[in-house]
């Protein structure tokens, strides 16, 4: 029982770091960070592949295919919302005039 209270203060408060530092990052750094964090949701990803491979009960194997989701989906969107971003810096196209 002591082990996971200790196991749920650890996370409590990785959230809450993580909380702020997020929240002290100026705009301008948030498109090299979502690549940063893009490259480690694809260790995350491999991991919990790797992990739920080796699912014994079938207890196991739902939350390994949950883990599986949920990091796939944590990618995908961090792609999704870098590649948006960097839409915002490409400069405008020249219209063609009309003949």
Known sequence: MGSEIALLTIFVLSVFTGVEV?????STLHTPLMSGAN???GVI??????VTGHA??????????FAVLLATVNM?????????ML???KG????????
Do not use: Y
């Open 45 to 50: 990803l491999v991991g919990a592949i790797i």
């Open 56 to 65: 014994d009960t079938l207890g196991e194997l739902v939350f390994g295919l």
């Open 87 to 89: 839409e915002m810096f």
């Open 92 to 99: 405008r196209k020249k219209q063609e005039p009309a003949s």
């Open 39 to 41: 490259a480690i949701h």
């Open 22 to 26: 997020i929240s002290k990052v100026s």
């Open 76 to 84: 995908v969107g961090g792609f999704v919302v870098t590649d948006r």
